[in-house]
Each structure stands twice: as structure tokens, then as C-alpha cells.
């Protein structure tokens, strides 16, 4: 894994904002870990949705959430909606999602 500072979130007042790139019409839906972007570190998203009229940001989230084994709702992509590298908020406790991030990508190693 990577330095704690080019982690690839920021902590808010209502949870987390995380970098995702993500690859639409994958073979597959997953989380493969961590990848580099212009951006920085990034969550690497794989969805079998095809980037069409919001498909797969909807499924972007519903990845994200079942990956962290939380409510669909709580994930919603805010920025860079067509584009690859998106940034999402995840709602909840700061400091539980962290925590709950950190362990989902060490048992990706």
C-alpha cells in the first residue's frame, strides 16, 4: 500500500470524499485495489455498466457500498459524473469509514 498522505480520501463532516477511477464495461464488477492518477491515488472501480446515461455511476456507488458492506444510499458520485477519475462521498462517521477502507484494500493485498 501506499504512504499514508497519498491516500486515496479526505476525511468531511458527514464521512469521506474518495478518488475513484473507474473502467465501465468491465468483464467484471470489483474493487481492484489502488491505482496512480493525475489526481494521485485513486480506489480502482471495475463495473459491467456501461458509461450511458448514468449507468454506471449508479453502479459505481452500488460497488462501492457492497465492497464496503454498507447501504447503497450512503455512496453518491459528485464529481466527474462522464468522466473516469470521479470523486465520491460516502456518508457516516469519519473515522469508521477510514477504518472500514483501510482493512477492505489490506485484504485486497
Request: net charge positive; hydrophobic share 45%; aromatic share 2%.
Amino acid at each position: 500500500m501506499t504512504a499514508l498522505n497519498s491516500q486515496p480520501w479526505r476525511t468531511t463532516k458527514s464521512g469521506l470524499r474518495v478518488l475513484a477511477r473507474v473502467t465501465p464495461r468491465s468483464a467484471r464488477d470489483g474493487i481492484d485495489g489502488l491505482a496512480d492518477s493525475a489526481e494521485g491515488q485513486a480506489l480502482k472501480v471495475r463495473v459491467r455498466a456501461v458509461a450511458e446515461d448514468g449507468r454506471a455511476n449508479r453502479a459505481v456507488e452500488a460497488v462501492v457500498a457492497e465492497w464496503l458492506g454498507i447501504a447503497k444510499g450512503r455512496v453518491s458520485v459528485v464529481m466527474g459524473g462522464k468522466f473516469r477519475i470521479k470523486t465520491l462521498e460516502i456518508c457516516g462517521e469519519p473515522a469508521e469509514l477510514e477504518k472500514l477502507l483501510r482493512a477492505r484494500l489490506e485484504g485486497l493485498k
